[in-house]
């Protein structure tokens, strides 16, 4: 395994962008440290992949990883790594979102992503709430969670995100948890290798914007919450639908095959009697 010093100068900018602004206890940075050693298993070199993020804290990932990367505006990572994709198949697009940035302001994007099943890996930050722009809630907070616009709960049903790609037609995805960095780490390598649009949602602790408001406690137990509550996926079927309660599916949840979109796009060129690079 890389020695972490390594890891360091290899994957990130150092001299130029640290110290980082998220906050004591946000699992932003476990989910970073999970993407890197999936890339470290890959023969891919550093030019051969592009990183786009949108905005809000998880938008950040893009300034401190040393890659080609592209800081978009708000929910627009996925329209220009679509871009990206087209111009150069070879290259390997990774997009890294928050839930609101995917599934909010990006989601007419993220379902469109979905059924082009475009080769483009997309890492879904889910903290359940707008950190960075106030604590606003987003499509993902739980009913009757609070959030500075919903001082007395939500009340709208939330996303699940990945029955929401799922039902889109993304060909790979999976979740994990800020509690399980290991099995972050194998599902993104997964996720990396796959041929066509992959989902990995990274459930992750914003202490200061949804823990703090909501009394959840501290970092560490609302990591254990994630532990607590969640099931590996064909255990999860198996459980009556009235003993769920806050039980969650973890694993990897889909891997099918299917065409993917920039061959498609290639066929219609050389019909049309064009170049294809």
């Known amino acids: 395994m890389m020695h972490t010093t390594e890891a360091i100068y290899k994957y990130l900018r150092p001299d130029?962008?640290?110290?980082?602004?998220?906050?004591?206890?946000?699992?932003?940075?476990?989910?970073?440290?999970?993407?890197?050693?999936?890339?470290?298993?890959?023969?891919l070199t550093k030019d051969e992949i592009v990183l786009v993020s949108g905005i809000g804290c998880s938008g950040r990932m893009s300034t401190y990883l040393d890659f080609n990367t592209l800081h978009t505006t708000h929910g627009r990572a996925l329209t220009f790594a679509t871009g990206i994709k087209l111009a150069n198949p070879k290259l390997r697009v990774i997009t890294v979102m928050g839930d609101g940035d995917a599934t909010a302001i990006g989601g007419n994007h993220l379902i469109h992503a979905c059924r082009r099943n475009i080769d483009i890996t997309s890492i879904i930050i889910n903290n359940n709430i707008y950190g960075m722009t106030g604590g606003q809630y987003s499509p993902t907070t739980p009913m009757a969670r609070k959030a500075s616009t919903a001082q007395y709960g939500s009340i709208e049903n939330p996303f699940d995100i990945c029955k929401l790609v799922e039902a889109c037609g993304a060909s790979f995805i999976a979740r994990g948890t800020t509690f399980h960095a290991k099995m972050l780490d194998a599902m993104m390598l997964r996720a990396l290798n796959h041929k066509g649009f992959s989902v990995v949602e990274a459930m992750a602790q914003c202490p200061v914007q949804y823990g703090r408001r909501n009394k959840l406690g501290t970092p560490m137990e609302m990591m254990q919450w994630f532990k607590d509550n969640s099931v590996s996926y064909p255990a999860f079927n198996k459980i009556p639908p009235d003993e769920v309660g806050d039980q969650f599916p973890v694993g990897v949840l889909v891997n099918r095959e299917d065409t993917e979109y920039t061959d498609r796009y290639r066929e219609i060129v050389k019909k049309a009697g064009g170049d294809v690079p």
């Open 16 to 43: 130029k962008k640290f110290p980082h602004v998220w906050c004591p206890g946000c699992g932003i940075g476990i989910v970073m440290g999970a993407l890197v050693r999936a890339i470290e298993k890959t023969d």
